[in-house]
């Protein structure tokens, strides 16, 4: 017996899979868990009388910015993680015409139970790690929790990048945005010594502010041409989208001459009307 025919007996192998279960209940797990860890992370830290030592001597205003801080660096990895994830693996509805009929079909970007599981593991990491950020018991730690948290979205973007061609469009700026990001964070942990907390945190609330601004444009656009265009597999995509161009463009001419063979015949033209003449008077007279 082949052991691959004792595992399909758990599933259809021939069957499209849906995701969308799997995807919306992770992430709203996922949004729960960091949602509720982040609301007694600000209650303790801003308002409560459980700040950790390291933070003691920071003012209200240098502990909201921390705060910012952490809410800008979270918000941009859960935001990213449902956007990729619901444009990966929750299925599309598509609309063409066969035959004369219009046909809906639904299919995933990737069927891949394999890089769901992969995404969903990333995702648990980043909730584990958030944990550790908000726990951090001064500045400097911090910086180290918050450089290992980004360099664990760095290394998801890479591996995409190199092993997943759907993905390399998004990776490719991810990648981008990830190591600016942990390159200010390690260059504030390790250079930035002789600056004062309150500088330090300054710049890390405005960075991260703007990562996550950027990061909402990625988010919310297609990629630009400079990145399409360099892709590895962009001739084979540019190829399918002219053949799929092609096809509705026969589709749609069948359709054309479907139409024009149900139309009703056009009408005979009318037939002249014929005018009699009266008939011509008698000129002589009767005898």
């Given at each position: 017996m082949d052991p691959r025919n004792g595992a399909y007996w758990f599933y259809d192998r021939n069957a499209t899979p849906d995701f969308k279960?799997?995807?919306?209940?992770s992430l709203a797990l996922f949004g729960v868990f960091t949602g509720v860890t982040l609301s007694f992370y600000i209650k303790d830290f801003l308002f409560g009388d459980n700040i950790p030592v390291g933070f003691l001597d920071f003012s209200i205003f240098a502990r909201v910015l921390i705060s910012a801080s952490v809410i800008a660096l979270l918000l941009r990895y859960i935001v990213g993680s449902a956007v990729h994830l619901n444009?990966?693996?929750?299925?599309?509805?598509?609309?063409?015409?066969?035959?004369?009929?219009?046909?809906?079909?639904?299919?995933?970007?990737?069927?891949?139970?394999?890089?769901?599981?992969?995404?969903?593991?990333?995702?648990?990491?980043?909730?584990?790690?958030?944990?550790?950020?908000?726990?951090?018991?001064?500045?400097?730690?911090?910086?180290?929790?918050?450089?290992?948290?980004?360099?664990?979205?760095?290394?998801w973007s890479l591996i995409a990048l190199i092993g997943r061609p759907g993905d390399r469009a998004v990776?490719?700026?991810?990648?981008?945005?990830?190591?600016?990001?942990?390159?200010?964070?390690?260059?504030?942990?390790?250079?930035?010594?002789?600056?004062?907390?309150?500088?330090?945190?300054?710049?890390?609330?405005?960075?991260?502010?703007?990562?996550?601004?950027?990061?909402?444009?990625?988010?919310?656009?297609?990629?630009?041409?400079?990145?399409?265009?360099?892709?590895?597999?962009?001739?084979?995509?540019r190829a399918a989208l002219a053949a799929r161009i092609a096809a509705l463009q026969t589709e749609l001419a069948a359709l054309q001459a479907q139409l024009a063979a149900l139309a009703p015949p056009p009408a005979a033209p009318p037939a002249p009307e014929v005018v009699a003449e009266p008939p011509a008077a008698a000129t002589g007279a009767a005898i």
């Open positions: 279960q799997l995807v919306e209940k444009a990966t693996y929750v299925a599309k509805v598509t609309t063409k015409i066969e035959n004369g009929v219009l046909v809906e079909t639904k299919e995933p970007k990737s069927r891949s139970m394999w890089w769901l599981f992969v995404d969903i593991s990333f995702l648990v990491a980043f909730g584990l790690l958030a944990v550790v950020i908000i726990y951090s018991s001064d500045l400097d730690k911090f910086l180290w929790n918050s450089s290992v948290f980004i360099g664990v979205g760095l290394v990776a490719a700026r991810w990648t981008v945005i990830d190591g600016c990001q942990l390159a200010v964070t390690a260059s504030l942990y390790y250079y930035a010594v002789n600056w004062s907390d309150f500088d330090k945190t300054r710049v890390l609330t405005f960075i991260y502010g703007v990562c996550l601004f950027i990061d909402f444009w990625v988010v919310s656009r297609p990629p630009p041409t400079l990145w399409v265009t360099r892709l590895p597999n962009a001739a084979a995509q």
